[in-house]
């Protein structure tokens, strides 16, 4: 009995220490492993803007709408999307929604809901959104970086990891704990068209390697109002991207 009972401690012992190295990571270790599965520091910092082309779905109250979707990053945090909707089946025309943010200000030329300014943590998140990614430099930019613990992604767990910056709203992010992939983040905006405070949740898949780096090429974006699944067929790096392109339209 004893013998049995020394062996079955040694074993659990062994387990213990097998697994704690995965246990005991820290939040500055996964964003490491992250940063590395992604292509490496080197790759990703080499990286000036990204074009991205593809396909778009909306799931929404009126039904499901397709169409197409152009995004433009460049760096340290311009953004552009431009999305054009075919509304024909739902008794509509096309209709275009193109965001636009230049890395201080944030415009919508939006031709279903009417144009308008972009304020408030709409705005705070924009000027947070770092190209190719936040965690990158986050703590040269002033970013504070906490490990949660593990929460469901899907079908299996994740680190989450909640990363709060100077100003605007925190954002959790997800990684994959196998493959060190960046699977999901969570962001909670104030957005006065659809009530108040929501959870935009975006989940990336389909990764594929374009110039060494690792890029989602489906992303599924939700919120209470609606459901957007886009697949991009193309992307592009450091090509030159104009600035005028993320600045409001003029005559806006």
Not at 205 to 211: G, H, L, W
């Amino acid at each position: 009995m004893m013998k049995t009972m020394v062996q079955a401690m040694a074993v659990l012992a062994m387990l213990a220490v097998e697994s704690a190295p995965a246990l005991g990571q820290t939040a500055d270790e996964i964003v490491e492993k992250y940063l590395a599965a992604a292509g490496g520091r080197e790759a990703l910092s080499k990286l000036t803007s990204r074009t991205s082309i593809g396909t778009i779905k909306l799931t929404s109250p009126v039904g499901e709408l397709a169409g197409s979707i152009e995004v433009y990053n460049k760096a340290p945090n311009k953004s552009r999307t431009l999305v054009k909707l075919d509304l024909t089946a739902v008794g509509g025309g096309q209709v275009v929604s193109d965001q636009r943010f230049d890395g201080t200000t944030g415009y919508v030329v939006d031709t279903f809901n009417g144009n308008r300014e972009i304020t408030g943590t709409q705005l705070d998140a924009m000027r947070n959104t770092l190209f190719p990614t936040p965690l990158l430099a986050y703590k040269e930019n002033g970013m504070q970086l906490e490990l949660i613990g593990r929460e469901k992604v899907g079908a299996k767990e994740a680190y989450a990891l909640r990363l709060t910056p100077k100003a605007g709203p925190a954002f959790r992010v997800f990684i994959d704990p196998d493959s060190f992939l960046l699977v999901r983040t969570v962001l909670t905006l104030n957005v006065p068209q659809l009530g108040g405070d929501i959870d935009q949740v975006v989940e990336f898949s389909d990764f594929r390697d374009v110039d060494g780096v690792k890029v989602s090429f489906v992303t599924t974006s939700t919120n209470p109002a609606q459901a957007i699944t886009s697949t991009m067929t193309e992307v592009k790096h450091n090509q030159a991207l104009d600035d005028a392109s993320f600045a409001k339209p003029a005559g806006q």
